[in-house]
């Protein structure tokens, strides 16, 4: 893969604004309080799937990362991780009865960190989530792993559980870095457990990468690249350091004058891709490397590349099911979210049996634009047949016509050679790939009237 036309630093510095990542459309932020428990089980009956992912959002971590903004409980009391599965099994049970018809083909445990649970919380999950869904034989079981407080034979644990997907959270191997964002780790622990994973039977493991750290520079991150490559890992997930300090406190701690600047934050995710691609991985969507016998590389080559609430994925016709506080359901027409504080959720569950607390019914609009956003997202390519073909119930439907305003807008994007705009299809070139996010925003009816849209992180 030729990386150099990925970075031309004009048009990357002209459309480096904010915007959403696009795990769903419409996002996160036009969830409202008025749907309720009645539209999820409306739009569960309704859903022409019948094949689910499941998500299980365990929120505890040991300590405080200073850079993160997922939704967490700090503690080093694991008894409170006994009360959170009582609560959580409730759900389960619960919840499970109304996918009876349903056959689990993907399992994904995030957080928070789950390995923060012990190995009997662990194998009580597992058993619990068995014993109440209906698994296929053949099922994708995912882990994320913080490699600061686990031993070598959580490995073995997870595998004899079934789990055949790991992904350590490693961010940076250096020390004052890590000193800076109060994650300092073992890098020699973390290659003697994805060792001990791969010598267990996992074929699969993922470590994420985040640049724009405080104290990054070039030297420091190509120690970090080059770790990774002699880990001989599936998947890196490379993300960008959102720097949000007014929305996460802990991010207070970090100060301005200690971030890369914009020049130099632009240079290590430049070096970031340059060396992973030398190093043979295949670049996925906008911010992920898989080997080139990945499924995530082989879906992308075949057109058959996912997005959604966990990124990309080759599960594109799975229903998602959240389960736990914060997390985010997909079912058939309908976005869901439970309550994000604890001690809210708890009370939800026993006043309730469930937590949802605020989501969305998709308009034909909303899917419309949403099938376009996910192709341009996952294939940078979107054939204008087959979405006439896709909704040609609707009288009349015309891609050109239905989206005459919007084709406007990319007006742009083709002047500086970033896409074509045919009567076949709309294909973002190569160079357009770290920009996919804005030209996604042309089809997003909800950023046109600009009110969220200092609530995103910057595209680049």
Known sequence: MQTTQFFDTALLNKYNTSGPRYTSYPTALEFHDQFNDNDLKTAIKVSPNRELSLYVHIPFCHSLCYYCGCNKVITRHRDKADTYLE?????????????????????????????????????????????????????????????????????????????????????????????????????????????????????????????????????????TLAKVHQWDVERISLFSYAHLPSRFAAQRKLRDEWLPSVDAKFGLMKQAIETLCNYGYEFIGMDHFAKPDDELAIAQKNGSLHRNFQGYTTKGNCDLLGLGVSSISAIGNSYSQNIKELTAYYHAIDDHQHAVEKGLTLTQDDVIRGEVIRELMCNLYVSKQAINEQFKAIDEFNFDDYFSDDLLTLKTFEDDGLLTNSADAIAVKQKARLLIRNICMSFDAYMKKKVNQQRFSRVI
């Open 87 to 223: 609560f959580l099994a409730k759900e389960i049970t619960s919840r499970a009865k109304l996918f009876q018809h349903y056959t689990v083909k993907q399992l994904h445990w995030g957080g928070g960190t789950p390995s923060f649970l012990t190995h009997e919380q662990i194998t009580k999950l597992v058993s619990l989530l068995k014993e109440n869904f209906n698994f296929a034989e053949q099922v994708e079981m995912s882990i994320e792993i913080d490699p600061r407080e686990i031993e070598l034979d959580l490995a073995q644990h997870l595998f004899d559980l079934g789990f055949n997907r790991l992904s350590l959270g490693v961010q940076d191997i250096d020390l004052k870095v890590q000193q800076t964002i109060n994650r300092v780790q073992s890098t020699e622990f973390i290659g003697d457990f994805i060792a001990k994973a791969k010598k267990v039977g996992f074929k699969s493991i993922n470590v994420d990468l985040i640049y724009g750290l405080p104290h990054q520079n070039s030297d420091t991150f190509s120690k």
